[in-house]
């Protein structure tokens, strides 16, 4: 008799091969479970019902950078860590609202944003501020009636004085 006529084999489970067979096609229904919960758990934010209103309204903020540019607004604000102080270059502004509006931004961390309310004295606006945490700040400088604004960022505590320069486009 023949040794190979009388051994017995192994069942499908105890071999290898259909596991290593079975293996990636496991693999890619477990991903496709944690991709469907990633779906579900998180928030699309990007997502825009009426993305026609969302460009007027872009359209309407670069309007609003543009018209800062023609008004000659140049702004220096320096911060400290108490203190938001702002003065506008002096020869090139046409003019010098009495109110302005600042809204301190951090990048990744909503709640810490400040809004800060300054108003005009002899030339310069002074307010206290919160203290901000070390990083990259975005400073929005609008004047009171939200016709013009002005956008730029601080490095806090790297930089004591930033210059803040109005929006030019550019030509393509």
Do not use: C
Request: aromatic share 10%.
């Amino acid at each position: 008799m023949d040794a190979r006529n009388t051994s017995r084999s192994l069942p499908w489970y105890r071999q290898k091969w259909p596991w290593l067979l079975m293996l990636p096609p496991a693999a890619a229904v477990v991903g496709g479970f944690i991709t469907l919960w990633l779906a579900i758990k998180t928030w699309d934010g990007l997502v825009v019902d009426d993305y026609y209103k969302e460009g007027l309204a872009i359209r309407k903020t670069m309007d609003r950078s543009l018209k800062a540019g023609e008004l000659g607004l140049v702004a220096y604000v320096s911060l400290d860590a108490e203190r938001l102080r702002l003065h506008f270059d002096e020869t090139s502004a046409k003019t010098k609202p009495p109110f302005l509006i600042v809204t301190l931004s951090h990048p990744t961390r909503a709640g810490m944003d400040q809004v800060v309310h300054l108003v005009r004295d002899e030339g310069r606006y002074v307010a206290p501020i919160a203290p901000l945490m070390p990083g990259r700040w975005l400073v929005q400088i609008e004047d009171e009636s939200r016709e013009w604004r002005l956008n730029g960022a601080v490095h806090v505590p790297t930089e004591s004085e930033v210059k803040i320069v109005p929006f030019v486009p550019t030509e393509d």
